[in-house]
Each structure stands twice: as C-alpha cells, then as structure tokens.
C-alpha cells in the first residue's frame, strides 16, 4: 500500500490529523491495534480548552458538541473546609466545555468513516522503518497476513506505550521524567450532577475530583497509592471517600449511583526532545504525559496535530519544509509551559509521601493565594481555559 502520511494510533491525535490532513487534500491511512468498539468506549479525558472546541467546530465537527457539550465558565477549589469558585469568563472572557474524550473519538471515526477514510483496525505487531529515509515504511500484521505500507511521512499517534518513540535510535532523545508515588482511581456513576461545575478538593486524606460527563452521569476521581488494586475499593470505600473529601460545603452532597466504570491510572510527567526523528513526527501522549490535574493531555495532543497538519499543507501545497523543520520547537514550548501548569495544580493539590507539616501549610497558603488573588486566580484561569495555540 501507498499513502502521503501514514498514522500509527486512532486516539485523538491520529485521528485529528487524518481528519485535517483530509480537508487539506491530504491522503492518510491509520493503523490501529484495537478494535473500533474498544477506542469509541475508552472513557479518558474530559474537558476541553477553548482552543480545542474551535479546532472542532472549524473542522466541521462541532455538531454534536454544540448540544451535547456543557460549557463551564469555572471552577471551584475546596480546602480548609470550605469551596471557593475561580470564575474564568469574568477572569478571562473564556470558558470550557465538558465533552467527553470518547465523544470526539466517535465524532472523528464517523467523520473519517463518513469521507471513506482508510483505518484499519486490530492489526498486530505494527513496527516503522526507514524513518530517516523519504520513504519510511509501516509494517503490521492483519488477519495473519504481513502488510507493508510506504509512506512520504509516519505520524506516531501512538500513545505512550506505542512503538514509535521506542523505534527511535538509541542517543537521539532526551527524555525528561517525574514519576509520583500516587495514582487517580477514577469512576463514572450513573448519579446526576449536584455541582454545576467541577470541584479540585485538596483534602487531608487525599486529592478528590468532582467531575461530570452529562447531567445525569457523574466522573469522580480520588487519590490513592499507586500500588494499589482497584480490587480492595468495594463501592462502599469509594463513595466513602468521596463524600469525606468533597463535601466540605454545607449542603452538598454527592449524589451516588450505580458505577458504570472503574480504574486506577498512574500519575507521570513526561517529555521527549525533539518530537521528530527524520519523517517520524511524534504527537500526542507519544510525545508528552501530563498528569491530569490541569486537564491537558488531550488539549495538547489537538495543538501538536494542529501544528503538524498545517506544516504538512505546508509542504503538499507549496514544497515548502521551514513548518516541518520547526514542528518540535513550535510544539515543545506549549508542551513545557502545560508541564509547568499541570505540574503545579498536582502540587497543590495533592498529598505527598514525604510532605511535612510546612510543606501542608505552604500548600495551604498557595490555595488560599489563588483564590484570594485576582492576578493568581486570572493565572491559574488563563492557563486552564488553554494558551494561545501560538505558544
Ligand atoms: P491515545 O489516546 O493513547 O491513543 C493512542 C492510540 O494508539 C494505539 N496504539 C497502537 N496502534 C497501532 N500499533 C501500535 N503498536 C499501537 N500502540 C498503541 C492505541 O490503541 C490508541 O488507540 O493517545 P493520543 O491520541 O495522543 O491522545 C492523548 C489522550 O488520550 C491523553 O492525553 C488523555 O486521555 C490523558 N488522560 C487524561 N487526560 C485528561 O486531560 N483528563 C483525564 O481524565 C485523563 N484520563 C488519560 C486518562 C490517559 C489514560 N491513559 C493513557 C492510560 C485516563 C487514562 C487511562
Ligand atoms: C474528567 O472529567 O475526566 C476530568 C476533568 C478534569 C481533570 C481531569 C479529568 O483535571
């Protein structure tokens, strides 16, 4: 098989960039190692950036988003006993949407499916070659049969444990890492939304998260060790500690249901530089891993393939490289200043190991800055509600 830009991975990412690469006049064809059920029910990320919304919208995608969505215009942050709203339309003029991850996957396959895009799916030992070649190469098996691919360029929209970034020589990379001892156990209830907007509880006991996926489904997270088994958190224990570490308003309370979902996913900080080997160009959770905490890691994943689509127009259009020879950069000062972001609301809000009793009052006295701060509030909006996707 021939194609102009191959793709390993249809998460959001790769299925992003087949999709602009699409209404570039660019061809595509995805390789992905699940089956299409398995991707459309992988329930992950929540929040969209303003940015990310506009990308969808742009891209003919925002139908469904636009009745479906629910646009939150802040936060509330709870500690000390109390909660405390950071308003970002009044701080910033902007807001977020709450959509699910696997809500834009679907949007983008019946997209891609809809203009007869090639994906293929459940295909095995995906490996790439030639990468500093022109013409770089995806294999994979399917149905017992080897399959090759050539290819001008390989998008590795693998995630983070995908085969692309590992295929990279050995010295070319610099990989920049901080790994926690905890761990988010998230569930979704079948339980309506008490809070009309998100609560980031710092709690003795531990982080908690109240989020949402529709008005009558609930998304809740709490903090527990990283070795955990989700088999030692019976219903009971869960709800338990969510009403222990949430409800701190008076008269709040969250409201239980049967949980739909459940699991446990480790905490990371990750970079790799540059995100291009030859015709290899990494994006999304191949490139970078950002906890959690500032609800980021599929907003970053839209602005590199936003930044890759446009330097492969780029390149299709009018020869030209200087957008493909710059992809990394344009893409890893983002990716730095969302570290620095998702890093600190992890700081803030979690209970550390070896955290001493100042180290609790430091975390204490930042909480009580931001929302007491009009220029530490607007810092921590501006920054939730997305960069300018120039930075
Ligand atoms: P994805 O979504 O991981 O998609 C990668 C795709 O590549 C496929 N793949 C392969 N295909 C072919 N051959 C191979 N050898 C392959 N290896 C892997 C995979 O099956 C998959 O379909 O990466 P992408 O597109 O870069 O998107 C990034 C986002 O998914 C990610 O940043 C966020 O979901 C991170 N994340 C969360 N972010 C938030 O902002 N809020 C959250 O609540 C949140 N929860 C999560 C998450 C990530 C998780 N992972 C990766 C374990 C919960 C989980 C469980
Ligand atoms: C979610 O709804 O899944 C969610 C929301 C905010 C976060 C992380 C996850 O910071």
């Not at 809500?103 to 396959?109: G, H, Y």
Request: hydrophobic share 40%.
């Amino acid at each position: 098989m021939r194609t102009q830009v191959g793709i390993v991975g249809a998460g959001p990412a790769g299925l992003l960039l087949s999709h602009l690469l699409h209404l570039a006049g660019i061809g595509s064809v995805i390789v992905e190692s699940r089956s299409r059920a398995h991707v459309e029910a992988r329930i992950r990320a929540g929040v969209l950036e303003q940015g990310t919304v506009d990308t969808l919208v742009e891209s003919g995608l925002g139908e469904r988003l636009a009745r479906e969505g629910l646009v939150h215009r802040g936060i509330h942050l709870s500690f000390g006993g109390a909660r405390h709203a950071i308003d970002f339309e009044q701080l910033t003029g902007h807001s977020v949407t709450i959509y699910g991850q696997h809500e834009v996957v679907k949007d983008l396959l019946d997209a891609r499916t809809r203009a007869g895009a090639d994906i293929v799916f459940e295909v095995e030992e995906t490996s790439v070659y030639d990468l500093d070649s022109e013409r770089p190469v995806i294999r994979y098996r399917k149905d017992g049969q080897d399959q090759e691919i050539v290819c001008d360029f390989i998008a590795g929209c693998d995630g983070y444990h995908g085969v692309c970034r590992p295929s990279i020589p050995p010295g070319v990379l610099r990989i920049f890492e901080r790994t926690y001892t905890f761990a988010w156990l998230g569930i979704l209830a079948d339980a309506p939304a008490t809070s009309d907007e998100l609560v980031y509880a710092n709690h003795e006991r531990g982080f908690a998260l109240y989020s949402m996926r529709s008005p009558e489904l609930t998304r809740l997270y709490l903090q527990c060790r990283a070795d955990e088994d989700i088999a030692d958190w019976p219903d009971e224990r869960i709800w338990d500690e969510l009403h222990r570490r949430l409800e701190t308003d008076a008269g709040w309370r969250v409201a239980e249901g049967p949980i739909l979902q459940r699991g446990i996913t480790p905490l990371r900080s990750v970079v790799v530089e540059p995100m291009r080997y030859g015709r290899l160009y990494l994006a999304g959770d191949a490139a970078h891993i950002v906890p959690p905490t500032g609800a980021k890691g599929l907003n970053l994943a839209v602005a590199d393939v936003r930044v890759l689509a446009k330097a492969l127009a780029s390149f299709y259009r009018a020869g030209r490289t200087a957008l493909l020879d710059a992809y990394s950069a344009t893409c890893l000062e983002r990716t730095w200043r969302v570290q620095r972001f998702s890093w600190w609301m992890t700081a803030m809000l979690h209970r550390f190991d070896a955290s001493t009793e100042f180290d609790r009052q430091i975390q204490l006295a930042e909480l009580s800055y931001v929302t007491s701060s009009r220029a530490a509030a607007r810092s921590l909006a501006e920054n939730y509600v997305g960069l300018p996707l120039s930075v």
